[in-house]
C-alpha cells in the first residue's frame, strides 16, 4: 500500500524484513502523477516490482533515484528502467569512490572481505555529483554525497521542505553497517559532520521510521562511534585481538549474524585507527589478523 508522508511524498515498504533491514526497505514516490520520481526502488521482489508497476500505469515517472548500491535498493532500478523507460540516477562508480586509504589497502592485495550485499551488475544512466539539482513538475531534489555506509551513497534533500532522503547512513532504527573496503569509517565520520552543517531536520531512510530532531541523531551517531573506538582501546590495551573476538565482547549473546555485522563494524574502526597510527599490525592487513596498540 501507498503511505503518505506529506503531500508530494509517498511511501511503499518492500517486503523484505530481516535483521539487516527492518521491515524492510522504503521505496519514496516524490511528486504528482503528472511527473513522480522514485528513490530506491528496492530488492528484486516480484510483489514490490508488481505494486511499482500498478503506480506506474496510472502515473508518469521521469527520473530513478538511488542511494546505494546494495542489493536491498537498487536491483528494482533496472527492471522498472527497462520496461518504463525511465533513467536511473545514482553515483555510479564505486571503485572511483573509495578513499586513497582504502585504495590502498586493496592494491596492496590485502584481505580485507567485504563486498558483501554489492549489487554488482547495477549502471546508473545518468552519474551524479554532489551539489547537483535535479528537477520535475512541482519538485527538486538536491544531491547530498555521503560516502562511509557504502562510497557510492548519496542522500538527495528535497528542496523547499526540511526532508533528507538518508538512505542508510541515517537510518531510523539502528545505526548503520560499515563493511570495509566500501564501507569506510573515516568517511562516515565526514558524512555525519556534513549533514551536521546542513539544515534539514526530517529524515527518511533507507529502513524504518521517519527520524525527527534527525540532526540530534546524528549527533547521537557520532557520540556511538567515538563510544565504541573507545571500547575497542580498552580491549587492545588488554592483548592484541582481531575483529572476531573483539566482536564477540561486545555483542556477547547477540544472535550470529548481528555479531557477524559488528565484527564488520570492529574492523572499520581497526583500519581508521590504523590509518592514524593509532594501532599496528605484524602481519598484512585482513579481516582475521591482530591487530596491537603502538604505544605498548
Given at each position: ?262 565484527s564488520r563494524n570492529v574492523l572499520a574502526h581497526l583500519l581508521n585507527l590504523f590509518e592514524r597510527d593509532i594501532v599496528s599490525t605484524r602481519t598484512p592487513i585482513s579481516s582475521d589478523n591482530y591487530f596491537m596498540l603502538l604505544n605498548i
Amino acid at each position: 500500500r501507498l503511505e503518505n508522508i506529506s503531500k508530494n511524498i509517498r511511501l511503499i515498504t518492500a517486503p523484505n524484513p530481516s535483521p539487516m533491514t527492518f521491515n524492510g526497505t522504503n521505496t519514496y514516490i516524490v511528486g504528482s502523477s503528472k511527473d513522480i520520481c522514485i528513490i530506491d526502488p528496492g530488492p528484486n521482489d516480484d510483489e514490490h516490482y508488481s505494486k511499482i508497476k500498478n503506480l506506474l500505469r496510472k502515473e508518469n515517472a521521469s527520473h530513478i533515484l538511488v542511494t546505494h548500491s546494495h542489493l536491498d535498493h537498487s536491483p528494482l532500478a533496472t527492471k522498472i528502467s527497462q520496461e518504463f523507460s525511465i533513467p536511473i540516477y545514482a553515483h555510479g562508480k564505486i571503485k572511483n569512490a573509495r578513499s586513497k586509504f582504502m585504495k590502498k589497502i586493496l592494491e596492496s592485495s590485502f584481505d580485507v572481505g567485504g563486498f558483501e550485499g554489492l549489487d554488482m551488475n547495477f549502471k546508473p544512466d545518468f552519474y551524479l555529483k554532489d551539489s547537483e539539482i535535479l528537477e520535475g513538475y512541482n519538485w527538486s531534489i538536491e544531491v547530498v554525497y555521503t560516502p562511509g555506509h557504502l562510497a557510492d551513497h548519496l542522500c538527495f534533500a528535497m528542496g523547499g521542505t526540511n526532508f533528507l532522503f538518508s538512505g542508510d547512513i541515517v537510518m531510523g532504527w539502528t545505526s548503520t553497517l560499515i563493511s570495509p573496503p566500501d564501507g569506510d569509517l573515516g568517511q562516515y565520520f565526514y558524512s555525519l559532520d556534513k549533514l551536521l552543517k546542513r539544515n534539514e531536520d526530517l529524515y527518511l531512510p533507507g529502513h524504518g521510521m521517519q527520524v525527527k530532531n534527525a540532526k540530534n541523531l546524528v549527533s547521537k551517531l557520532k557520540k556511538h562511534r567515538i563510544d565504541r573506538e573507545n571500547q575497542i582501546l580498552k580491549i587492545l590495551k588488554k592483548q592484541p585481538s582481531n575483529c572476531n573476538q573483539i566482536a564477540e565482547i561486545i555483542y556477547k549473546n547477540q544472535p550470529s549474524a548481528i555479531v557477524y555485522a559488528g565484527s564488520r563494524n570492529v574492523l572499520a574502526h581497526l583500519l581508521n585507527l590504523f590509518e592514524r597510527d593509532i594501532v599496528s599490525t605484524r602481519t598484512p592487513i585482513s579481516s582475521d589478523n591482530y591487530f596491537m596498540l603502538l604505544n605498548i
